[in-house]
C-alpha cells in the first residue's frame, strides 16, 4: 500500500481528565477490558516495523496519537517510538500527529513537537463558560486556565496546532461567541465535532446536542466565518473546508465527509487493532499487530464487514438535492433505522450557507492560481 494511517492509544482509556461527555468512557466502558495498558516498547517496535513493511517505498505512513490522554505514556515513549522509526527508516515519508488536553505540556514537551514535527491538536472547547463546564479533572475543577496556558506554550515554540472544540447543546447556542473567542487565542485551524451520546442512546444528557441547535451552530458559526473571509482573512474549519475541497473537484480530508469509513486501524494499548476509533469494541477486533500483519488486519473479514456497512449511506441520501456534499456523514451519527441524526441540521445548513459556499470556493480557487 501507498499510505498508511494508524491511530494508536499509547496510554489506552487512561485520562487525568474527567469530561462528563467523553465517547471513549463510554466505548472502553462497553468491552471486558476497559483499559488495555500503557503500550510497551516491544509493541511499539512491532507496530512501526509492521507499518513500514506494509507501506511502498516513497510512500507515507501517519502515526496519530489519541486516547484517553496519550501524554500519559510519557515523553520518553514518544522518543523511544521516533527512535524506533529512524533505526528502520526506508525511503518513507513519515508523519505525526496527537491529540491532547494538554494538561501534561510543558516546555520540555512542547520542544520535542517543534523538533520532531508533530502537529498537535488541543482540545478546547471554545469559550471558558462552555469548556469548565464539561471538561473537568479529577478534582471537578475546569481546566480552561490550564489548556489556554498550553496553547500559550506551543505558539511560543511555534508548534502546528490545531484547536478540536465539542459542540454540546450549549456551547451551540453561541456559535459566534465561540468562534470569537477561539479566534482571540491566536492563528490555528480549527474542527467543531458535535457531541456524541453514548452508544446506542439519542439525546437525554445534560449535553446532549439536538439536530435543531446543531443547524443553528453551523449556520451561526458559517457566517462569522464568510465574513472574515470577505476581509481577506481565511481560518480552516475542518467541516467547512471538506464541503469546499468536494465543490472544488478534490477529496474530502476527513471520513465522515467521504461517503465512506475510513481505511486506517485504531491500535489499542496492548496492541489490538481496530477499524476505527469509535469502534474500538470487542465485537470489532481485527486482531493483535504482534500476531499479525497490517494487510491481514485490513483484510480480515471484520474488518470488510465493517466498510461494507460505512459504504451503506441512510435510504434518504438518495433523493436528497445535497447528498453529494453531505455523503450521508458519519455512520456513528446514524440512528437505529440507519438515519443520520443529523440530517435536518445539515439540510438546514445547506440551504442557508450553500451559494455562499459555492462562491467561497470560486475565491480560494482564483486565489491558489
Known amino acids: 500500500m501507498k499510505h498508511n494511517t494508524f491511530l494508536v492509544k499509547p496510554a489506552s482509556s487512561l485520562c487525568n481528565l474527567r469530561c462528563r461527555y467523553c465517547f471513549y468512557d463510554d466505548v472502553s466502558n462497553s468491552r471486558a477490558c476497559k483499559n488495555m495498558g500503557l503500550l510497551s516498547h516491544e509493541m511499539a517496535g512491532e507496530l512501526v516495523e509492521k507499518a513500514f513493511a506494509a507501506t511502498e517505498e516513497g510512500g507515507s505512513v501517519h502515526f496519530l496519537f489519541q486516547g484517553g490522554e496519550p501524554t500519559l505514556a510519557g515523553l520518553d515513549f514518544f522518543r523511544f517510538f521516533l527512535e524506533t522509526e529512524r533505526s528502520m527508516q526506508r525511503n518513507i515519508s513519515v508523519f505525526h500527529s496527537i491529540q491532547t488536553n494538554g494538561i501534561c505540556l510543558d516546555e520540555e514537551w512542547a520542544s520535542f513537537f517543534k523538533a520532531n514535527s508533530f502537529l498537535v491538536g488541543l482540545s478546547l472547547d471554545g469559550t471558558q463558560e462552555n469548556h469548565d463546564l464539561y471538561r473537568l479533572d479529577a478534582a471537578g475543577q475546569g481546566t480552561w486556565d490550564k489548556v489556554t496556558h498550553a496553547l500559550a506554550l506551543l505558539d511560543a515554540y511555534r ?211
Not at 210 to 233: K, S
Not at 275 to 287: A, H, I, N, Q, S
Open 159 to 369: 508548534v502546528e496546532t490545531n484547536l478540536l472544540c465539542v459542540v454540546t447543546g450549549q456551547l451551540a447556542r453561541k456559535p459566534q461567541r465561540a468562534f470569537k473567542s477561539l479566534c482571540e487565542l491566536g492563528q490555528h485551524n480549527l474542527q467543531f465535532i458535535p457531541c456524541l451520546d453514548p452508544l446506542d442512546t439519542i439525546g437525554g444528557q445534560a449535553y446532549s446536542l439536538t439536530p435543531e441547535l446543531y443547524g443553528r451552530f453551523l449556520c451561526g458559526i458559517f457566517d462569522v466565518w464568510y465574513q472574515q473571509l470577505q476581509q481577506g482573512h481565511y481560518i480552516s474549519i475542518r467541516n467547512f473546508e471538506d464541503y469546499l475541497r468536494i465543490l472544488l473537484g478534490m477529496p474530502p480530508t476527513s471520513c465522515a465527509s467521504s461517503g465512506s469509513c475510513g481505511h486506517y486501524l485504531a491500535v489499542e494499548g496492548d496492541g489490538s487493532l481496530y477499524p476505527c476509533d469509535f469502534y474500538v469494541l470487542d465485537e470489532w477486533k481485527l486482531g493483535e499487530i504482534k500476531h499479525c500483519t497490517v494487510e491481514q488486519a485490513l483484510n480480515s473479514p471484520t474488518s470488510q464487514m465493517f466498510l461494507a456497512q460505512g459504504h451503506k449511506r441512510p435510504a434518504e441520501c438518495a433523493a436528497c438535492a445535497y447528498r453529494l456534499l453531505c455523503r450521508g456523514g458519519c455512520k456513528r451519527d446514524w440512528d437505529a433505522s440507519g438515519s443520520n441524526r443529523f440530517c435536518a441540521a445539515y439540510k438546514h445548513f445547506f440551504a442557508y450557507a450553500l451559494p455562499r459556499l459555492q462562491t467561497a470556493a470560486r475565491f480560494l480557487a482564483q486565489q491558489n492560481r
